[in-house]
């Protein structure tokens, strides 16, 4: 158990809608990163906040937002959604600002598009 | 553009055997990573590698790295089947963001 959580573990909803996940940062830690893992794109970064406020963006999709609050939980918002973006959305956690600082990764949030 | 490529893709080996899983990365990093992923779980973090010529071993698995080639290796000796996971090497370059390969399926048979 890394220390991370994310709810919820399965999200199945409908082409169009939104969703968010949630995730909870391991204790002491300031930076959240999520990534999206799919059969075809393979892992990729998506967004890192660290403290509050956005550090690095990677491929992250305009209908893709993120936010992290002041306890330093983080949600990660996806709209508009479609089948493509079924896939298993982690996130993870560091103490420090950089990817220097090791990693810790959460359970994940399995999402299915139908 | 950083480029990580790992190989093979998949690897079906016995139990007792040794093999290796190479983690190619395309301009100099600042760290290399290995992580374990059993199947629909999470990211374990095995190793972390920091500078040219690093070893790290655990149990089976010794982790490499060759900055002057661009090659990190994860050797596993004597396989057994507790090692069927999926391993992912990730290459951070001074900055905030991790690029992953594409990952190698392990199976252990008996």
């Known amino acids: 158990d890394s220390g991370v959580t994310q709810t919820p573990k399965h999200l199945i909803t409908a082409t169009g809608q939104r969703v968010t996940l949630r995730c909870s940062p391991r204790?002491?830690?300031?930076?959240v990163y999520w990534y999206q893992q799919s059969l075809d794109q393979g892992l990729q970064f998506l967004i890192q906040?660290?403290?509050?406020?956005?550090?690095a963006k990677g491929n992250i999709l305009e209908r893709f937002s993120a936010q992290q609050f002041p306890d330093l939980h983080s949600e990660l918002n996806l709209s508009s959604l479609e089948l493509g973006d079924s896939a298993l959305y982690f996130c993870?956690?560091?103490?420090?600002?950089?990817?220097?600082?090791?990693?810790?990764f959460g359970p994940g949030t399995r999402l299915t598009v139908t | 553009e950083l480029k990580v490529e790992q190989n093979p893709l998949f690897l079906s080996m016995q139990e007792g055997k040794n093999y290796t899983i190479y983690c190619n990365y395309s301009?100099?990093?600042?760290?290399l990573y290995w992580y374990r992923q059993d199947p629909g779980k999470s990211l374990e973090s095995l190793f972390v590698?920091?500078?040219?010529?690093a070893v790290k071993q655990e149990g089976r698995l010794m982790a490499s790295l060759d900055t002057k080639a661009r090659l990190s290796t994860l050797h596993i000796t004597a396989a057994v089947h507790d090692l069927s996971a999926t391993y992912f090497c990730a290459v951070d370059k001074a900055g905030n963001m991790l690029t992953f390969g594409g990952g190698t399926r392990l199976m252990v048979k008996p």
């Open positions: 590698l920091l500078s040219n010529g």
């Open positions: 906040y660290y403290n509050g406020e956005e550090r």
């Open positions: 204790s002491g830690d300031l930076s």
């Open positions: 301009t100099t990093s600042d760290r």
């Open positions: 993870a956690s560091s103490v420090g600002e950089t990817a220097a600082y090791e990693q810790y």
